[in-house]
C-alpha cells in the first residue's frame, strides 16, 4: 500500500489553510469570499475559519489513515469548490494558478488513494 497519494493529499489541505488563509488571508480568498456578498470584515473571518478547518481536515486525512471516508469527503469538497468558484468567482477559472487544476486533481488523487487503501477489516 502507498501512503504517498493520502500524504500528498493531505498536504495540499494543509497548504492552502495555512498559506493563501491563516497567513493573509491571500487578496483572491478575500474577493471569492466578498463576491458572494461578504463585508471585508465577515470575508476574513471566514478565510480564517476555513483556513483552521482545511488544517484540521488535512490532519485528520493524516491522522485517520486507515481510514477510506475522509478521502471521499475531499474528493466531494474538491467537486463542490470548484462548483463555488463557477458559480460565484469565475474570473479566476483562467488564472496562471487556477482552482480547476487544483481542484480537480486533488479529486482525482484523493479517488487514487481511496483506491490504494483496502477497506478496513474487524478483527
Known amino acids: 500500500m502507498s501512503t504517498g497519494p ?4 493531505a ?4 497548504y492552502h489553510g495555512v498559506f493563501p488563509k491563516l497567513l493573509g ?8 469570499n466578498m463576491a458572494t456578498g461578504m463585508s471585508h470584515e465577515q470575508a476574513h473571518a471566514v478565510a ?13 486525512v493524516l491522522i485517520l489513515w486507515r481510514q477510506r471516508w475522509p478521502l471521499v469527503l475531499s474528493a466531494v469538497a474538491m467537486a463542490v469548490l470548484l462548483a463555488f468558484v463557477i458559480g460565484y468567482y469565475p474570473v479566476v477559472l483562467t ?9 480537480i486533481g486533488v479529486l ?4 487514487v488513494a481511496y483506491s490504494l487503501r483496502p477497506q478496513s477489516t474487524l478483527r
Do not use: K, Q, Y
Not at 493520502?6 to 493529499?9: A, F, G, H
Not at 488571508?25 to 471569492?32: G, I, K, R, S
Not at 480564517?48 to 485528520?60: N, R
Not at 482525482?108 to 479517488?111: D, N, P
Open 11 to 14: 498536504f495540499v489541505w494543509i
Open 95 to 103: 488564472a496562471a494558478f487556477n482552482p480547476v487544476t487544483t481542484n
Open 108 to 111: 482525482a488523487l484523493s479517488l
Open 25 to 32: 488571508p491571500h487578496p483572491d480568498e478575500l474577493a471569492m
Open 48 to 60: 480564517m475559519l476555513g483556513g483552521i478547518g482545511e488544517v484540521i481536515f488535512g490532519l485528520g
Open 6 to 9: 493520502r500524504v500528498t493529499v
